[in-house]
């Protein structure tokens, strides 16, 4: 697998990190490093984390922020610490592991397949052969999201939302990250809208040239998600807010 940093951000995460598996998954992946942030965690969740990486022979790193500051930021500036490692992908996974950590290099391997390639976003698509147990609310919700964002950003996408993507380490990529989110939870849409930004518009008909989504073996709800209800309700706000920051210029 080509040498990759993922980003782990962690809120109040002490009773559901699964430890013992974040350690087996560096043994069988020798280019694998980890960095996790943790978002002013009120928990034990600091010391979960120095005792993960104390065990880890240097290949987890915990990058500590003072206050919360929500997904979004807690991403952004791990996101940014792993760009100076030497790294040739950087990427963001859920915590909770909800998606497995075995689909790292399949999702890696997009990037040698496709070298033209930018991003690679894991999809929870719910097909025949794939075993993506999704809560009813959130699938269709989920889908709805999905439906509005594709509009708003002129382009077909899936999944914006799904916690694992990677990214290749270069200047473009970097760009993406250096300001901060105007959202906390929807960040990911603004990824593809200060990308858009960039791009041509005949470069933005072939976005799938750059961005490619990857349908996950598996995916499952896992409980106690800092996604709340409220926060789909919340959407059409921040989806207003990218719109008027990014697209109607």
Known sequence: MTSTTLVVPCFNEASRLPVETYLSCLETNADLNLLFVDDGSTDETLGVLQQLCE??????????LPENQGKAEAVRQGILRALDSEASLVGFWDADLAIPLEAIPDLAGVFEERPETLMVFGSRVRMLGREVDRDPFRHYAGR???TVVSLLLDVAVYD????????????TVKDLFQEPFITRWIFDVEILARLKRTLSPEAWKNLGELVYEYPLPSWQDVSGSKVRPQDFLHAPLDLT???RTYLSK
């Open 144 to 146: 709805l999201f999905a």
């Open 160 to 171: 914006t939302q799904c916690g694992a993507k990677l990214f290749r380490a270069c200047p």
């Open 55 to 64: 065990r880890s022979s240097g290949r987890c790193e915990s990058l500590q």
């Open 241 to 243: 807010a990218i719109y």
